[in-house]
């Protein structure tokens, strides 16, 4: 079973900085709007916490292109659901109609609920296909994977 075709739109279309910029894009907006919108309630909780959690695809993501495949669907099967999984949790916990709201953090809430929706819907699959297929996933990682040379030289005492 090949569901290759799954990943690509994440390895060869948006890949790596696009979808950095795409988290750092709602990273500095939801920090403004903490910053600018003096609302506190649930909805400024539930903010702080689903979206202050999305930093884990920074670490993820740092990790798998350091010492992983190098390759962005790796990162979304492994960070994608701590994330989207907690989101969801967190949503049904605080309850929508507390947190999502027409006040900027509401807004804000909204449109991270629309996002974080259209990538559980995608996680979802993946993460399920990479468990019930790993070998699959394997065998697409061991054909795509991006050779990177680095060059590394000796550091010496004396040049620090």
Known sequence: MSY????????????????????????????VILFVDGTEDESRSFNMIANGLSVVYCGAAGMNSIFGTR???????????????????????????????????????????FVVGLFTLDMIIKTWMVSIYPETYLKYVKDNKKEVSVGVEEVKENDL
């Not at 075709?5 to 907006?29: A, H, M, Q, R």
């Open 4 to 31: 290759t075709f799954l990943f690509y739109p994440e390895d060869n279309i948006v890949k790596l900085p696009g979808l950095y910029l795409l988290w750092t894009c709602i990273y500095v907006s939801n920090l």
């Open 71 to 113: 390759m962005p669907s790796t990162m979304f099967v492994t960070a994608g659901p701590i994330h989207q999984y907690l989101y969801w949790m967190l949503l049904a916990f605080f309850k929508p109609k507390n947190v999502l709201g027409s006040h900027p953090i509401g807004v804000m809430n909204w449109v991270s609920t």
